[in-house]
């Protein structure tokens, strides 16, 4: 089963909060009396079905638009690091879609945004929330240690940041771009850092009868994770089990509050409908409402920067199925439709690329009992049907293939063809099979 939509942490809540559904009654067999044995013809030994001729045309077309992306002492370089920056010096988005967990990923994001900051990028899209990325913008001008502060804060840690390797990330990219304009562009959902957030409201000026509304909300908050921590039961967790009608209480009671505020309260509402949704079983409609949340936040922090007079250039590193160009793997339309077609308004273009494990490789998984990152082999099911292009990788080293001429070959839909393959080679132009990387690993010590 494919299991892409609320990523890597939020899905794995989602997943813990559902109660288990009792199995289906199997009926007792019936005994039938003097019933004659059934008759079966022989059967033939079944020979596997050859593989179409145009699936190993794609194989050696990979093949012959692959390159090698060295990488030694946290360093990458080579071939096709060069074609990566080339690629991104064109284009106004640089789209990086993940299998979230790759310990080397989030290092070569961070030499990617590094590098094309010389090149005039100067936004990184991240997904966790709009507030959330704000507090992550200024914790992280502190480095590793400012984000370790915030975390030390209930609900300070951002979804996937508690690995070491995302927070460095974080640091890295907030040194490579100096002054004080925010450089995090958050456009998701907010998964665990309701908490945080109530906090920030708490402290701002607001009439008595929203105080009062916003005192119930935290209550709500207060009780859900206290419960969770005493039974160790992810469905306690707060975004997943809290009522997005007591965010509405406090949105209602507050009238003229400020543009931060009412990003706040979005944020937290958004999130509870998103979830509600998926816990009640109604998973394209959390998606679905995820998706439309996502493209709104994204337009919004684009209208901001035109309206100044700006057009940045923005480097985005979330999962694949939020990056990938056309229908995602959630059956919805997501960032990766986006940002192309505002590339295109600019009379630019946006460059994508889908990097996966390969070969050898393990990811970090999350546990939302222990609230650690675990390594287990890769979950997301992105690598399904996609045995044509992992052919072509190199199983002792990490290779990039151009994936824009092989296009050509699957012009259409073809005989045999998988639909993941299809949509892999048309949603993104390049894919970086990773073999051999490794786990990500926690930020803290246990």
Known sequence: MRTVGLGLLGLALAACAQAPQPAP?????????DAPAPQHPPQ????????????????????????????????????????LIAEGRRAQFFLLGEEHGIAENPQLAGQLFGTLTKDGYSKFIIEVSAPMADALDVSARGGVAGLRAQYAIPGGEAAFFGMKEETELLARARAAVPGQAPLFWGVDYEVAGDRLLIGKLEAMAKPKAAADALATLRDASTTSWAKYASEKNPQYIFSFSGDPALVRAVRDAWPGRTAEASTILTAL????????LWTRNQGYDS????????????????????TAGRAPRVFAKMGISHLIRGRSQTETYDLGALAP?????????AFSIAVLPGEGSAVAVFDPVAWRYNPNTP???YM????PLYAAANPDAFTLIDLRPLRAIMGRWREGTDPELMRMVHGFDMLLIMSGSTPSTNLTAQ
């Open 25 to 33: 009654a199997v009926p007792e067999p019936v005994a039938l009396a």
């Open 44 to 83: 033939l030994e079944q020979q596997p079905a050859a593989p179409p001729a145009w699936i190993e045309r794609l194989t050696e077309a990979a093949k012959g638009n692959a390159l090698t992306l060295d990488y030694a002492g946290g360093v990458f370089s080579g071939p096709a690091w060069d074609r």
């Open 269 to 276: 509402e958004e999130t509870l409908e998103i979830n509600l």
């Open 287 to 306: 998606n679905l409402r995820r998706s439309a949340y996502m493209r709104s936040n994204l337009v919004a922090h684009w209208q901001a920067e035109r």
């Open 341 to 349: 077609e505002i590339a295109a308004m600019e009379g630019a273009t």
């Open 379 to 381: 979950k997301d099911g």
């Open 384 to 387: 399904n049907g996609l045995q």
